[in-house]
C-alpha cells in the first residue's frame, strides 16, 4: 500500500514562508512523478507543482517564481518551498502520485496565510 504523509503546514504572514514535506512509502519512489495539489475552502483541488522522476518541474501560473517543488529521493521524501506567501494561497494542501495505475494522496497539510 502506498502512503504519503504530509507535514509543514499551519499560520503564516502574508510575504513570509513555509516548506511542505511528503513522506512516502510502499512504492519505488525514485522512478514516480510527483505533485503537490491544494484545495481552498468552497473551491476545486488544484495542481501546484510537478517533479518528475528526472527532477524536472512544473508549475502553475499562480506560483511560478514564489514556490520550488524538491526531492530527495535517499529519503522518499517530497518537498515543497514557499516563499512571498500570500492570503490566496490559503489552502489544504495535498501529496500526490499515480502508481500502478491508481491515484494515492495524503491526507493534508493546512496552510493559512493571514496578518
Known amino acids: 500500500q502506498v502512503y504519503l504523509v504530509e507535514s509543514g503546514g499551519g499560520l503564516v504572514h502574508p510575504g513570509g514562508s513555509l516548506r511542505l514535506s511528503c513522506a512516502a512509502s510502499?512504492?519505488?519512489?525514485?522512478?514516480?512523478?510527483m505533485n503537490w495539489f491544494r484545495q481552498a475552502p468552497g473551491q476545486e483541488r488544484e495542481l501546484v507543482a510537478t517533479i518528475t522522476s528526472t527532477g524536472y518541474s512544473n508549475y502553475t501560473d499562480s506560483v511560478k517564481g514564489r514556490v520550488t517543488i524538491s526531492r530527495d529521493n535517499a529519503r522518499n521524501t517530497l518537498y515543497l518551498q514557499m516563499t512571498d506567501l500570500k492570503p490566496e494561497d490559503t489552502a489544504v494542501y495535498y501529496c500526490?502520485?499515480?502508481?500502478?495505475?491508481?491515484?494515492?494522496w495524503g491526507r493534508g497539510t493546512r496552510v493559512t496565510v493571514s496578518s
Open positions: 500526490n502520485v499515480k502508481s500502478r495505475g491508481y491515484n494515492f
Open positions: 510502499g512504492l519505488n519512489f525514485k522512478i514516480h512523478a
